[in-house]
């Protein structure tokens, strides 16, 4: 079974990248999205998210941050291919 990578921590990220990398999920209710930010922005255990927004299913709560870290996943991916291609020269500037 291979390990997941996790490009997503608490209380790690900014609140613009949170926002940014939650609009490209699908994500649309607030109560998942309020409890995500406040656990990948303020670092706010996952536990005490849950009673904060009302959320009684913790693995709703854990698949939606599955959804972050994907997206978060394919954003560092991309910046390994611009970085690669920036390095060599392959970027289009002179």
Known sequence: M????WYVHAGMESPERFELLVSLTGL??????????????????????MVLYGI????NLERDLDKVNDVATT?????????VKFKAGLNGQK
Do not use: F, M, Y
């Not at 009684?56 to 693995?59: L, R, V």
């Open 28 to 49: 649309r209710s607030e109560n998942q999205i309020g409890a995500l930010r406040d656990h990948l922005v303020k670092g706010v255990p996952i536990e005490v998210v």
């Open 75 to 83: 954003v560092e991916k991309i910046k390994e291919i611009d970085w």
């Open 2 to 5: 291979t390990r997941k990578v």
């Open 56 to 59: 009684t299913n913790k693995s």
